[in-house]
């Protein structure tokens, strides 16, 4: 086990709630190291954190256990649950979080039913503490997840957007929006070259077009919209030291993005 917890959540620094799960951890496993991924996630939002995990997993040592707690129905009905794939671990509620882990792994889900590696705490306000942090820290220890609970077959999938390929033209969609406001797609370099020669298209992007995919942000001056492949593998529509976001009318989430082979 490599003895690391990583932690993303929506909690914030002003609460003390990523403090307290960090302590319980450390009450179970006083070697574990954590690592903070994000805690700035915006509030509730399943899809934003699921893309932030898509994104970073792969960059940790193995044995890692991923711990995330993005989870507007804490208290619910929905599961706890405990995941493994060949090279990590992952822990959080079963809502969606963990969708793009799946698409891109072998993996086995338990559902959280054993009640001694919990804090045994009547709460239904603080998963992360009394759930999800001690099962972390029990990960971190090298306690097989088999002993958490029973294997889960269903594990809860968001309906993620897909890139759709057509002759000569690519439809892809906003999946995320970053800090920089840089809207980033589900059009990714690895598959979309292999159908498509890249140095002589355009992209269209609600009223814009971009004559190009550039190398760079800087590559245009400052103000100007660029297209870039994003460090994570995917196509990006941005505006050189500015926010694209703020600048291209009606481009959220679900946006429709264009890439079009020049005739």
């Known amino acids: 086990m490599a003895n690391l917890v990583t932690l993303t959540t929506d909690f914030g620094d002003s609460q003390g709630c990523v403090g307290i799960m960090k302590g319980v951890m450390a009450c179970i496993n006083l070697n574990v190291k954590f690592i903070d991924m994000a805690h700035d996630i915006p509030s509730h939002d399943v899809f934003h954190a699921a893309f932030v995990l898509k994104t970073a997993y792969r960059y940790f040592p193995e044995g ?3 711990l995330a707690v993005v989870d507007p129905g804490v208290g ?17 509620p079963d809502n969606g979080l963990f969708t793009y882990i799946y698409g891109e792994n072998e993996f086995d889900a338990r559902e959280i039913t054993e009640a001694k590696y919990t804090l045994g705490v009547d709460s239904t306000t603080f998963d992360g503490r009394d759930i999800f942090a001690p099962v972390a820290a029990y990960l971190s220890l090298g306690v097989s997840i088999e002993q958490f609970g029973q294997e889960m077959s269903d594990p809860v999938r968001l309906d993620i957007y897909r890139p759709e390929y057509g002759k000569g033209l690519i439809k892809g969609h906003v999946i995320h929006i970053d800090q920089f406001g840089n809207l980033i797609t589900d059009i990714e370099r690895d598959k979309s070259e292999q159908v498509m020669d890249f140095r ?15 190398g760079a942000y800087s590559d245009g001056p400052p103000g100007e919209p660029v297209c870039v492949w994003g460090s994570h593998g995917h196509l990006e529509v941005a505006v050189s030291q500015g926010r694209a976001v703020d600048s291209i009318e009606g481009m959220g989430r679900g946006a429709e993005v264009f890439v079009q082979a020049n005739e």
């Open 76 to 92: 619910g009905s929905r599961r706890p649950i405990a995941v493994r794939t060949d090279r990590y671990y992952f822990v959080g």
């Open 200 to 214: 002589d298209v355009r992209i269209r992007a609600g009223d814009l077009v971009i004559e190009r995919v550039s």
């Open 64 to 66: 890692t256990v991923h």
